[in-house]
């Protein structure tokens, strides 16, 4: 199974607005052609129905019909248009698990024996004006903790999405350290990542396989000719399931950091690109699909 997780930044919400980005997703999902799709910061509202609706979403439902019919979708959507979590599924799934209290940010679905849970963790604090800390907190202890009862019910988990951790200082960031605040300047490093991986028993993938390769899930694209970067974007697999393969967009570029040239390609006018995990022995054969003019 291949599995693909990506922040859009609002792009689910706004696909009729941005026709260059809406371009750059399709031409991403056609040719990875992942078996589900995990998009986080979809900015997209419940609807009245139900949770598995769409508030306002006309255009939306319409680009997922012509283009990604293949997919079922399940969402987690706050009432207003933040932050909100649509999977996109060829698998069948068999269970929702949703918590209501985390509505846009928490969802996990049964497929067969494994469950994959697709979050979408509340942003370090920053600044003085906003402070989530203690909501960052008891998200991240509610999830620990769901974790370590899925690990004593010998029941087999993937976990991706936008965690807003950077596991590793050195490794996992650049030039986004600007004063001392707690175990980092920013709130990113997160010094309980690693206890949480060893008490549940799960590997950070993209570590996993690439050892102590330089990788960025987030860049700040327009930061005045700066480099900042942050890898927050992961799968936490448990060590039970077997995979080949985890990796960003940007690391099939040509050229080291050719993407920089071409970010719509990887970025889709985001500031996250794309993290794949692939379980599979054999590699996929592409499907293509005709171009759609709304």
């Known amino acids: 199974m291949k599995i693909a997780s990506v922040n859009v930044r ?4 706004q696909l009729e607005k941005k026709p260059e980005a809406r371009s750059a997703f399709l031409d991403f999902v056609h040719t990875e052609n992942p078996d589900v799709l995990v998009v986080c910061e979809a900015w997209l509202a419940v609807g009245e129905t139900g949770e598995n ?11 997922c019909e012509n283009q990604m019919g293949e997919y079922s979708r399940y969402y987690s959507l706050k009432t207003e248009k933040r932050a909100g979590i649509v999977v996109f599924s060829k698998e069948k799934v068999d269970h929702i698990h949703r918590v ?15 469950r994959l849970i697709c979050v979408y963790v509340p942003t370090p604090s920053i600044n003085s004006t906003f402070d989530n800390s203690k909501e ?5 202890k509610d999830l620990s903790t769901r974790l370590t009862m899925l690990k004593h019910h010998n029941k087999p988990f993937i976990v991706c999405g936008d965690f807003n951790t950077a596991p590793n200082k050195e490794l996992d960031s650049i030039n986004v350290h600007t004063r001392d605040r707690g175990c980092d300047s920013t709130g990113y490093i997160d010094k309980d990542w690693y206890k949480m991986l060893a008490d549940t028993d799960a590997v950070d993938a993209y570590r996993h396989i690439n050892g102590d390769k330089r990788a ?7 930061s005045g000719g700066k480099n900042k970067a942050l890898r927050i974007d992961h799968f936490v697999v448990s060590k039970s399931i077997e995979f080949k393969e985890c990796y960003f967009l940007t690391d099939k570029a040509k050229r080291k950091e050719g993407w920089r040239y071409r970010p719509m390609e990887y970025f889709f006018g985001s500031d996250h690109q794309p993290i794949i995990l692939n379980t599979e022995n054999e590699p996929r054969v592409v499907k293509r699909q005709r171009p759609w003019t709304p």
């Not at 609706?53 to 680009?63: A, L, Q, R, T």
């Not at 960052?136 to 991240?140: D, E, K, L, T, V």
Request: no cysteine; aromatic share 22%.
């Open 136 to 140: 960052r907190h008891m998200f991240q």
């Open 100 to 114: 209501p209290y985390w509505n846009g940010r928490f969802i996990e679905l049964t497929i067969t024996n494994l």
């Open 53 to 63: 609706s769409v508030k306002d979403g006309e255009y939306f439902i319409k680009f």
């Open 10 to 13: 609002g792009l689910m919400s």
């Open 216 to 222: 960025y899930s987030w860049v700040a694209i327009t």
